[in-house]
């Protein structure tokens, strides 16, 4: 067969172990030929590609990034987006398309599998692991790792200064990264989306912590808020700062803030999202070949399994209060 590869959206560490295994899967078991297209789906709508072989992905297993580039571009915003895809197709001779996206780019191939009839298979990847049916996605273990080295590297520095740290991290509308970081990492608050906070209680967790003779470590995600709707975060550059400032205001604790930023989303992937992409991309390349279109590879356990690309994007997969109650043993 002839296939198509895309990666859209944020990147991630381990899109590279994805394609290469497909690649690699599709060239040695089936003859398959393949085209890589440049930037999500900028590069179908304006058919900016080129052909992907073997000496393409070697090496390229432990490299962050994507060697394919990236956007945002939605090719269900403009009114001829599908009929340009369907060209490009076409004019490509491709029987199928690889999507390795989150919940906007795979939420794009499901509409146009299902509307269109267009031949796209779906691969979950987001430090954010908000995509539904599937228990993780590609990069989301490489994220918390590195926030938990943070938060590891975080406690000495508190400890000797006798400091409130708080370190806001990435997650979009969800708290993945934060519950698994802040729960490895032995964090005494975490703040997520999911569950707007008081931030008297979390003054409290601050004083209570101080008064076992411990510093404090608060894991805050960038899209966590208040319960008090009329606080105001001001001209402060995220929640991270908000908070630190708030909390020494309130406490008399010296704080202080660590925006982790996009360090979290760079260099190599861990053991276990290289073992994640590997699979996934191996089974892509199976549901292809199999004519499985508008589906998602998805782990289940420690199976992959296919789901529908529909029922995968409809709502982002939250932390759920009893995950999150997991957590709230360890505050303060
Ligand atoms: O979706 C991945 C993610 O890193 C989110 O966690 C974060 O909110 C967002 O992307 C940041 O986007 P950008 O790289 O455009 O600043």
Not at 224 to 244: F, H, Y
Not at 282 to 309: F, K, N, P, Q, S
Request: glycine share 12%.
């Amino acid at each position: 067969m002839r296939v198509g590869l895309l990666t859209g959206g944020s990147d991630c560490p381990g899109l590279n172990a994805v394609i290469r295994a497909v690649v690699r899967k599709g060239v040695q078991d089936h003859g398959d030929t393949f085209v890589g297209f440049r930037d999500g789906w900028r590069g179908v709508l304006v058919d900016d590609a080129a052909e992907l072989g073997i000496t393409d992905v070697r090496g390229t297993l432990p490299r962050g990034g994507t060697i394919l580039g990236s956007s945002r571009t939605d090719p269900l915003a403009q009114a001829d987006g599908p009929a340009r895809v369907r060209a490009t197709l076409e004019s490509r001779g491709l029987d199928g398309l690889i999507v390795i996206g989150g919940i906007h780019t795979l939420g794009a191939a499901a509409s146009l599998a299902d509307e269109h009839g267009l031949p796209c298979v779906g691969v979950p990847k987001t430090i954010d692991n908000d995509v539904s049916r599937t228990d993780y996605t590609v990069g989301f273990d490489t994220a918390v790792t590195v926030a938990t080295e943070t938060i590891d590297r975080l406690h000495t520095t508190a400890e000797s200064h006798k400091r409130v740290l708080v370190v806001e991290v990435m997650g979009r509308e969800s708290g993945w990264i934060a519950t698994y970081a802040g729960l490895a990492g032995g964090a005494n608050g975490v703040l997520i989306p999911e569950y707007p906070f008081d931030l008297e209680r979390v003054c409290s967790w601050v004083t209570s912590r101080f008064g076992a003779s411990y510093a404090p470590i608060v894991v805050v995600a960038d899209n966590a808020r208040p319960a008090d709707t009329t606080v105001r975060l001001g001209g402060l550059s995220g929640i991270g700062e908000w908070l630190g400032r708030e909390i020494e205001r309130r406490t008399g604790h010296e704080a202080r803030a660590t925006v982790l930023g996009h360090i979290q989303r760079g260099g190599t992937p861990t053991p276990f999202d290289r073992w994640l992409a590997t699979r996934f991309g191996l089974h892509a390349i199976d549901a292809v070949h199999d004519r499985a279109w508008g589906r998602m590879v998805a782990l289940r356990g420690t199976e992959v399994t296919r789901v529908r690309l529909a029922d995968a994007v409809a709502a982002p997969k939250t932390v759920d209060r009893s995950r999150y109650a997991e957590n709230e043993v360890f505050f303060g």
